[in-house]
């Protein structure tokens, strides 16, 4: 009779060896598609790697033209196909990611040994490109829209009041909005002087002498969308809106003296009493309220018209003033973006001395220092 076991015994045997066999061509298998991952891995990073380095160790200069209307993608796909950078994809996502969304029409000499940063950073400079007309205004930190105006109007053929018109154009700049997203319906708040005061970049701008107001306004608020994109996520991070922000940074850069950290202070001055309610007592709004000429005004001017009639003045009206009293530089703009944190509530400055700024946490202290330096 049949031994049922010893037959089981014996089927599992002969079955023993095709389940190893298959059981280690499963393993081989893995092990290949685990291999070719890894490859792909491998490969894939090398080319991100490869394609933020720049494309040559050694300088050689080019030129590259950006022509009008081109975008970030087509412009990574012309860099690329000159050899310019590795990766035309790469290229794009870097650009988009990093905020160089403005590339600015023109000729730009680039060099294959910059890395991605240095050529989408020229060719978002607007004073980069080299087929700019002779023709040049400088907008410094601190300056009044009214300037700009009579700077641009004396080297181009547009005028004075074109300019302040266009400036104060509703529809016009309702147009603009969606090109910059740092222009908003804040900034037509009743009582404001110039709507775009506040939004000017400063920089040296390159102008034709035909150019229209439209243009030349675009060519700078273009820069100022530079600067805006690389603050872009810090503005979406404050408590106070675009407008405010900006609104702010004229006020500090109009009362610094453009040291980062006495900006920075003067920033935190100034939040301590918005956060507590006080007024914020800034004689330079009252200076832009009176619409004293900078090269004639001082302090003790605005000091002694506190009590000057005007939106602007912020010892008469709690908060900020409607808009803006200057065009901030980036230092300004850093210091209300990032200000120091500090239970300063007043500063002065030593402006009969080396014009040290000093900080005080209470009246009393701050009146002393007053008598002690402008007495």
Not at 161 to 186: C, G, H, V
Not at 294 to 309: G, K, L, P, S
């Amino acid at each position: 009779m049949r031994d049922k076991n010893r037959s089981v015994e014996f089927e599992d045997e002969l079955d023993r060896p095709v389940k190893k066999r298959r059981h280690s061509i499963l393993q081989r298998v893995v092990l290949v598609i685990i291999v070719l991952l890894l490859v792909c891995i491998g490969i894939g990073g090398w080319k991100v790697y490869k394609g933020f380095q720049p494309v040559s160790s050694e300088s050689e200069k080019v030129n590259f033209t950006v022509p009008e209307g081109a975008t970030i993608k087509s412009v990574s796909e012309d860099l690329a196909e000159q050899g310019i950078i590795d990766s035309s994809q790469i290229g794009y996502y870097y650009a988009k990611f990093e905020g160089f969304s403005n590339l600015i029409a023109g000729t730009f000499t680039l060099d294959k040994s910059w890395d991605l940063n240095k050529i989408y950073t020229t060719l978002t400079d607007i004073n980069a490109s080299t087929n700019q007309s002779g023709i040049s205004v400088t907008i410094i930190d601190g300056d009044w829209a009214k300037h700009i105006a009579e700077n641009i109007s004396s080297v181009t053929n547009v005028s004075y009041d074109e300019l302040i018109a266009l400036w104060n154009n509703q529809e016009y700049l309702r147009s603009l909005m969606p090109k910059y997203p740092f222009l908003t319906e804040e900034m037509f708040q009743e009582g404001v002087r110039c709507y775009l005061e506040g939004y000017f970049a400063p920089n040296t701008y390159q102008f034709d002498e035909d150019s229209t107001a439209q243009e030349i306004t675009e060519k700078i608020l273009d820069q100022t969308l530079v600067v805006y994109n690389q603050y872009a996520d810090q503005f979406a991070a404050s408590t106070l809106s675009t407008h405010q922000i900006f609104t702010l940074a004229s006020i500090v850069q109009y009362e610094g003296t453009g040291d980062m950290e006495v900006l920075k202070n003067i920033a935190s001055v100034f939040y301590n009493r918005l956060n507590t309610g006080m007024t914020l007592g800034s004689s330079v709004t009252v200076c832009y309220a009176i619409d004293f000429d900078r090269d004639n005004d001082n302090w003790q001017a605005c000091e002694v018209n506190t009590d000057f009639d005007s939106p602007y003045n912020t010892y008469l009206h709690q908060g900020l003033p409607p808009g803006a009293v200057a065009n901030a530089g980036p230092n300004a703009l850093e210091a209300v973006l990032n200000p120091n944190q500090t239970n300063y509530y007043y500063f002065m400055a030593d402006v009969y001395g080396d014009g040290t700024v000093y900080f005080s946490e209470t009246l009393d202290q701050h009146n002393a220092l007053v008598a002690q330096y402008l007495g």
